[in-house]
């Protein structure tokens, strides 16, 4: 069975997942993945909305442990499902404890597991599905990670191979993580806006995945937030066996200290953004 985590106020408890945020107003998403559900029944102008999943340049590219692991990634395969993009009024604020009133919304039906270190260092964000979607702002993006059905990390919601070196060591790493998450996000927030579709056009979401929040940023001062709250590399090396790190949620539980094992739960949660914008920290309850 997956594990589901705490995500508010990040306890070691394991606990059962609850409904994501519920959608006070919003009509129920209709069974077709490419047809958008409306909350006034209305026909409305659609244009094709276009959800993409992105690990940012620490995956594409690598980057230095808070630590001084440098990292690369060969795989990071993340699994996605439960995609819902929708139109909020008022805004959804993820900060705020107050309900999200969609007032149209689309869902992506198919789970599917993205890699997000394919291409090379200067790749496109991952496209995750492209959508017929009725025109309007798109302020608000959710999803969940439940662990694969099928494909290369079956079982797993989320695998990380790749090398880490430090002082001429090279250590191959395969983290495997059954842990179920779930995301709900509101507006992206970046240099450049997105989720704005005009009718007959084309518009862009993206679910973006921080992975500088487990591991820390070697190229931040060492009090920055990025790396206080950061597991950083050493705890998983010290973990290495014949060689290589390759674990799964059930090894760190029992090879981490208790103190780096909290700090491991409380960082996935973390890791979903839409750009630099927050994600919702949903409330579960004990199963």
Not at 28 to 43: C, I, L, R
Not at 165 to 177: C, V
Request: hydrophobic residues 40%.
């Amino acid at each position: 069975m997956p594990h589901f985590l705490n995500l508010a106020a990040g306890g070691s408890t394991l606990l059962a997942l609850v409904a994501l945020q519920a959608c006070g107003g919003a009509s129920t998403p209709t069974e077709n993945a490419n047809t958008p559900s409306q909350a006034t029944g209305d026909a409305a102008e659609t244009g094709t909305l276009v959800i993409r999943a992105n690990g940012e340049d620490f995956v594409r590219q690598g980057f230095t442990s808070r630590d001084g692991w440098a990292i690369s990634f060969d795989h990071v395969y993340v699994s996605l499902a439960d995609i819902t993009a929708s139109q909020t009024d008022p805004p959804f604020n993820p900060e705020a404890e107050e309900a999200l009133q969609a007032k149209a919304q689309v869902v992506v039906d198919s789970p599917k597991v993205v890699d997000l270190a394919e291409g090379d260092d200067s790749a496109e964000p991952i496209l995750v599905s492209e959508i017929e979607a009725p025109a309007g702002r798109f302020n608000a993006l959710a999803w969940t990670m439940p662990p694969a059905a099928d494909g290369p990390s079956a079982g797993y919601s989320l695998w990380l191979q790749g090398t880490a070196t430090k002082d001429g060591q090279t250590l191959p790493f395969t983290l495997r993580m059954s842990e179920a998450l779930a995301f709900t996000c509101g507006d992206f927030v970046g240099d450049e806006r997105k989720g704005i579709l005009d009718a007959s056009g084309t518009a862009n979401l993206e679910a973006t995945f921080h992975f500088d929040h487990l591991f820390g940023d070697g190229d931040a001062p060492a009090d920055d937030d990025i790396n206080t709250g950061a597991l950083g590399f050493d705890p998983l090396a010290a973990l290495a066996a014949n060689g290589e790190v390759n674990v799964d949620s059930a090894a760190l539980k029992s090879g981490l200290s208790a103190e780096d094992y909290a700090t491991f739960l409380n960082i996935l949660p973390s890791l979903g953004h839409v750009g630099e914008g927050h994600c919702e920290e949903i409330q579960l309850t004990a199963s």
